[in-house]
């Protein structure tokens, strides 16, 4: 067991380093502090519920929409656990819950039973509902499926939940009801990049172009943060079908695709969204950047001008121009 890695996340320096200590004290070496998530090649997390820049629960799913990390034992732990927090840690798929302060024995067994079902666990009234529903909807049974997740909602408020409700009211043709939904759904998970997808297609139909371009962006940000590409391309290359004339979107394909590696198609996106605007500065300076990739410098450093011309204060693109003159790059 001495060989796991862990990364243990919490903003409060005292858990944190009470946390490694108990670890460490249980002969375990590999083990990486944070303030925040973000995860890397590690065998366990051990993250706080409450942090302010994201909470516990926001990484898990994160790291759960990732399919590297689909099977990454993963736990919260917390001071109290009321059970909507049981619930929707369940219904994330974490693998257990700790309670704080931490007991050195309690954690010794959470550890070296990892694979199995931790003491707090999602309540089977709960999780068999939950499950069933997931299998009336695989069978086209949508009302009765619906009728099963509102009677959840009276146990606690869940995304998931509210998801499916959602994808239900849109099946049957409600879209007034399913955006509801869905924006429920977001308001308990921000990063609910499904609901918002969803949400932006329950607008199109409706015909609200702009209220539908906005959440369907915010979905493809949330993917390209969890570097989901191929399904932030796609919901971008959805937005263009219906809003040719979104910048946003153009540059935030350049960046994709530089991501990539693939520089040619970056800078074509790039000249699109310029040629719709050609008074962004952040255009200009992505372009910039793709350059210095290319080491193209003299081309970098006349793109950083132009967003500095529009923008004397871009901090960013004026130390990109010192970095090139200073001969750091």
């Not at 862990?6 to 858990?15: E, G, H, T």
């Not at 460490?24 to 519920?49: F, M, P």
């Not at 929409?65 to 049981?86: C, M």
Request: charged share 30%; with cysteine.
């Amino acid at each position: 067991m001495s060989e796991i890695s862990f990364l243990v996340v919490d903003d409060n320096s005292v858990a944190l380093r009470e946390l490694a200590d108990s670890l460490r004290y249980l002969g375990h070496k590999e083990i990486q502090e944070a303030r925040t998530g973000k995860i890397r090649n590690y065998d366990c997390v051990i993250s706080a519920w409450n942090m302010p820049e994201m909470s516990g629960l926001a990484f898990l799913k994160i790291v759960r929409n990732d399919d590297r990390y689909i099977n990454l034992p993963f736990f919260l732990t917390d001071a109290g656990f009321t059970k909507a927090k049981v619930i929707d840690a369940g219904c994330a798929a974490v693998t257990g819950l700790i309670v704080k302060p931490f007991q050195v024995e309690t954690l010794k067994n959470k550890i070296s039973t990892m694979s199995k079902v931790m003491e707090i666990s999602v309540p089977e009234e709960v999780r068999l509902p939950f499950l069933e529903g997931m299998k009336l909807l695989e069978d086209g049974k949508y009302e009765e499926a619906l009728d099963l997740f509102e009677k959840m909602l009276e146990v606690g408020e869940n995304a998931e939940i509210y998801y499916n409700i959602g994808y239900i009211k849109t099946v049957k043709g409600d879209y007034a009801a399913a955006i509801e939904a869905f924006r429920k759904a977001t308001q308990l998970d921000r990063y609910f990049a499904k609901a918002y997808e969803a949400m932006g297609r329950a607008y199109k139909a409706l015909g609200r172009t702009d209220e539908s371009t906005k959440s369907m962006k915010k979905a493809a940000d949330i993917y390209m943060g969890s570097q989901k590409e191929e399904q932030a391309e796609g919901v971008l290359n959805e937005i263009l079908e219906q809003n040719p004339d979104t910048i946003n979107v153009y540059n935030t394909l350049g960046v994709l695709y530089r991501k990539r590696g693939d520089y040619q198609a970056a800078l074509e996106q790039y000249r699109k969204a310029l040629k719709i605007h050609p008074d962004q500065p952040k255009v200009y300076y992505n372009v910039g950047r793709l350059h210095v990739d290319l080491n193209d410098l003299e081309q970098a450093k006349l793109s950083f001008e132009k967003a500095l011309a529009l923008d004397p204060d871009f901090k960013e693109a004026q130390e990109a121009m010192d970095s090139i003159e200073f001969g750091k790059v």
